[in-house]
């Protein structure tokens, strides 16, 4: 029996040593941490412009685990699609900056880049507006968004004379309901007398991307005094009425 109890003890003294050998074990593979690029823009995230200047861009700030590395850039403008931010060409930009840290991990930045000239509602319409838009009379339903105070819609001069309106329907779909600007009216030319709200719309009929159908704009009366342009336009796909009131917005 005495034999029996340290045959026992051994057994057990055995597993406790088999036990402790196997955590003295060493781990296979190691942990390792990687630190994300952080990015920080040089000046404000919405760039105004002023056309005819060449465009110098402030850039970007990024830093790996404190560390600076390096960036790319490119950029697209939203309703005249140059893939650069050309100064001499009106239209809102995005700006993306990207860059990767050293174990293949991304991160981006984006930046708005308008470039814009400011008419006197005289001479020109140039400009952009802060758009407020009724359908049939009546404002966006609110569960579907917001047709008020909408930022922005852009007027700007074409090579022949004639001046162009980035979305006929002044943002309902594009910038209120957010479906973007596929779902922009575009094309939209105004020629005339500004003084006398004489105009005409060689840009007629014009078609909507997403939705399809015919749209024409039908008046455009321009008040110099408080700044502000209404631009009408009928869709048949309603058939729809679209009053854009357009307040100038100065820079």
Known sequence: MKNLKIFKMLGISALLLAMVSCSLDPVVGTTKITYYPVMTLNG?????WPLGTPYVDPGVVVTENGKPITYTSKASGKYRNAQKVDGNIADEY??????VNVDGFPNTITRKVIVYKTGDLVNSIEGVYVSTVKRNGALLNPIQGSSVDMKYVYIWKNTDGTFEISD??????DIGRKIGVISATQGGTITGDIPTNNFTFPGNPLTNEQFGGVANLTSVVVTPGTKQVVVSCDWDAGPYKFVSTLIQFQP
């Not at 404000?44 to 105004?48: K, M, Q, V």
């Not at 995005?94 to 860059?99: D, L």
């Not at 006929?168 to 779909?173: C, I, K, S, V």
């Open 44 to 48: 404000p995230s919405t760039l105004f």
């Open 94 to 99: 995005t700006v993306t900056y990207s860059a």
């Open 168 to 173: 006929a329907f002044g943002g309902w779909y």
